[in-house]
């Protein structure tokens, strides 16, 4: 049924019947003489009719072969801008109309990250108002004006650490402009996780290299001398082996603390988020270098509030390390017969995290908390009555393997990477670290007195030296100034009770 109907399909209907109509007249003998004119009809009718199915035919091909027009849609679900909020990472729609009219470069959007890392409203605003790198600027240029798309690197500082950009920028295909405008798409990403470990990691072979290379070669050639002149002289092996053993431990202690510090900086851009016991902190310090200090006729002194009682921002395990290598630090330099102390406050305002305790004794802040991110801090004094640092040792107490010259450790060896560790764990809480110092003190001109013609020194009492690092970390909130049972420690730096 289905074949004959597309059969029929071609042939006219008027053909048919008059082929019916033919071929009656064909049986009907007085209309013979009309059979040429009725057949010279259907046959006219029929071309006719199939020239018309032909024309219809060709103008469905043709419609067939004509491509489609292109119809921008938007598809179904959140728009393009939509979209573009929620990519994690900085994206800008640049706008300009004169190469010469660099203030003109506005921003026409940005999404969510660019509005929190540039401080942009959600309306946009002046490019050059949120980055003034101009490597960044000429490749928008060159995006808008030019055409080309490209990619630069630049840094960003200011904040508790540095970060590192790559900007890419690819310019906006418009229609219809009347009024010379042109779009750049910028995209900015963040960077600073893959400098810094490519940098840790090289950071991390020359420190070792370099530092380890003092105490393997020395205990290369006492084993060379061991099998060699010394080998059947028992008191020299005796001398050579605590030696050997003096510097197989030194080697331990950098390994461990170039680890250490390794593994504090791979997540010191990651801000802690629990909380912490800074005095229970400082009590388990103070209780586990009682006897040392005690070996060393050292006081430990502490003032500070009861455990418990004051949480902190921070880690605990960390903020203990950075107070044990603090006081650890202060044993190393504190005489014989001295007092180290240790002081912990709170509510502790920003403008006063950098003020100055002793009017006297230089000073330097080696690591400035961020602005505008917290209010109030904990701060942890750690105070030693050693020889002090001269001022133009301050700048570079934190960093790695420095040793002030002229002052070593005596028995107790360091690695001279104590305070960088303290200063990269205390940037990773956005905390602040600050050294005073009073160093001795030579005579001046207003030390001179002169009487009877005669010049003469005035008798200056002995000059007070100390070396003091305070620790910032932020507060969860602030806690006022209620008065609160205090710690004290006996004279024998045994251990904390209570004074309520």
Request: aromatic share 6%; hydrophobic share 40%; net charge negative.
């Amino acid at each position: 049924m289905d074949k004959r109907q597309s059969v029929w399909k071609f042939i006219p209907l008027g053909t048919v019947l008059g082929c019916a109509v033919l071929i009656a007249m064909a049986f009907y003998p007085p209309l013979h003489i009309f059979l040429v004119f009725v057949a010279l009809l259907i046959i006219g009718y029929t071309m006719v009719k199939y020239l018309v199915m032909i024309g219809d035919a060709e103008e469905r091909i043709k419609a067939l072969k004509a491509p489609e027009k292109q119809v921008k849609v938007q598809p179904e679900g959140p728009s393009f801008q939509e979209v573009l909020r929620a990519v994690p990472d900085p994206v800008m729609i640049v706008s300009g109309h004169e190469p010469d009219d660099i203030a003109a470069r506005r921003v026409i959007f940005a999404n969510a990250a660019a509005q929190i890392v540039f401080h942009l409203r959600a309306d946009g605003g002046p490019l050059v108002g949120a980055i003034r790198v101009p490597e960044v600027l000429e490749c928008v240029d060159e995006a808008l004006f030019g055409g080309i798309s490209g990619s630069v690197d630049f840094e960003t500082s200011g904040g508790a650490r540095d970060q590192f950009w790559r900007a890419f920028s690819s310019p906006l295909p418009m229609e219809n402009v009347t009024d010379g405008q042109r779009l750049a798409l910028l995209v900015i990403r963040d960077e600073t996780d893959a400098r810094r470990m490519e940098r840790m990691r090289a950071d991390f072979l020359a420190n070792a290299s370099h530092e380890l290379r003092t105490p393997l070669a020395s205990i290369t050639g006492f084993i060379e001398t061991l099998r060699g002149p010394a080998k059947d002289d028992e008191k020299a092996r005796d001398k050579f082996l605590t030696i050997m053993s003096a510097q197989a431990d030194r080697m331990g202690r950098l390994i461990q603390d170039l680890l250490s510090l390794s593994r504090i900086e791979m997540s010191e851009h990651v801000p802690p988020s629990g909380e912490a016991d800074l005095v229970s902190a400082v009590k388990d310090v103070t209780d586990s270098l009682s006897l040392i200090a005690q070996q060393k006729h050292v006081r430990l002194h502490v003032d500070a509030p009861r455990p418990g009682l004051y949480p902190i921002i921070g880690d605990r395990d960390q903020i203990l390390q950075v107070v044990q290598n603090l006081v650890d630090n202060a044993l190393k330099y504190a005489p014989n017969e001295s007092q180290v102390s240790i002081s912990v406050c709170f509510d502790v305002p920003l403008p006063q995290v950098t003020s100055l305790s002793d009017k006297q004794a230089a000073k330097l802040v080696l690591l400035r908390p961020d602005r505008n991110v917290h209010d109030h801090y904990a701060r942890v004094t750690v105070r030693d009555e050693g020889p002090g640092i001269k001022r133009e040792f301050l700048p570079r107490l934190a960093e790695r393997f420095y040793r002030v010259e002229g002052q070593k450790s005596g028995d107790r060896l360091g690695t001279g990477l104590g305070l960088a560790i303290v200063k990269h764990i205390i940037n990773r809480h956005r905390g602040g670290l600050v050294v005073e110092s009073q160093g001795p003190v030579s005579a001046s001109q207003d030390d001179i007195l002169e009487r009877d013609g005669k010049v003469a020194a005035i008798a200056q009492p002995a000059p007070r030296t100390f070396t003091a690092f305070s620790a910032y970390f932020p507060q969860t909130r602030a806690f006022g100034d209620a008065p609160t049972p205090h710690l004290i420690v006996s004279e024998t730096a045994v251990g904390l009770k209570d004074a309520g």
